[in-house]
């Protein structure tokens, strides 16, 4: 069974671009969610979706902003990109969501603003 | 979401068991424990995740108190492979605003 896949795996943009992210979860989730990495604050969870709603959201900026598609296919988009913005931003799925349901993430893509 | 908190490292031998401790004091009786690990560069990984009873996979065995206000993550023969950061997260039942620490980094050494 093939896993979580984000595309593309590195990205470069300057600031005051856009940038969206990829992520096809595994065959039969219907959970997706996402979240920033980076060295100083870590993980940390920005939205989740489920059957094309947005379910769940963490303390981001109205610049970061999500959308799932009828085949549970999910993309991330960033616009107005800062310097801050730099990070690992990975994708994971689940069944439901449910808390007895574990997540499974992919290797990420890692976004790198000049 | 419950907070945990994990010693910052750790070591361990190859060939011994790993044991890593997590505490999540504040707990609720809808919040299951989930152990991840991270190699570096690459996404988390799933580990294995319990409610209240103990639980083993093939990676690893959770040991929760009975007050389920710690656990212990084992990693019965730690080989060099299994050097990576391993989060302690709890998550409740409904809406997935998972809240990940800063996880304990486990150096094992030959």
């Known amino acids: 069974k093939a896993g979580v896949t984000q595309t593309p795996r590195y990205l470069i943009k300057t600031r005051g671009q856009q940038v969206t992210l990829s992520c096809s979860p595994i065959?039969?989730?219907?959970?997706v969610s996402w979240y920033q990495q980076t060295p100083g604050q870590g993980l940390q969870f920005l939205f989740e979706?489920?059957?094309?709603?947005?379910?769940n959201k963490g303390n981001f900026p109205g610049r970061f902003s999500g959308r799932q598609f009828s085949n549970s296919r999910s993309e991330m988009n960033v616009s107005t990109l800062e310097l801050g913005d730099s990070a690992l931003y990975l994708c994971?799925?689940?069944?439901?969501?449910?808390?007895?349901?574990?997540?499974?993430f992919g290797d990420g893509t890692r976004l790198s603003i000049l | 979401d419950a907070k945990t908190t994990q010693p910052p490292s750790m070591d361990c031998a190859e060939g011994r068991a790993a044991n890593l401790p997590c505490n999540h004091s504040?707990?609720?009786?809808?919040?299951?424990v989930y152990w991840y690990r991270q190699i570096h560069s690459q996404g988390p990984q799933y580990i294995i995740h319990g409610l209240k009873n103990n639980e083993t996979n093939e990676m690893a065995s959770l040991i929760i108190t009975e007050d389920r206000k710690s656990s212990t993550l084992i990693l019965p023969h730690a080989t060099l492979r299994d050097t990576a950061v391993y989060y302690c997260?709890?998550?409740?039942?409904?809406?997935?605003?998972?809240?990940f620490g800063a996880g304990t980094r486990l150096f094992v050494k030959a």
């Open positions: 997260i709890v998550r409740n039942t409904g809406g997935f605003k998972t809240i």
């Open positions: 504040t707990i609720s009786g809808n919040e299951y």
């Open positions: 979706y489920f059957s094309e709603t947005q379910r």
């Open positions: 065959s039969g989730h219907r959970s």
């Open positions: 994971a799925s689940s069944l439901e969501g449910g808390g007895n349901q574990p997540q499974h």
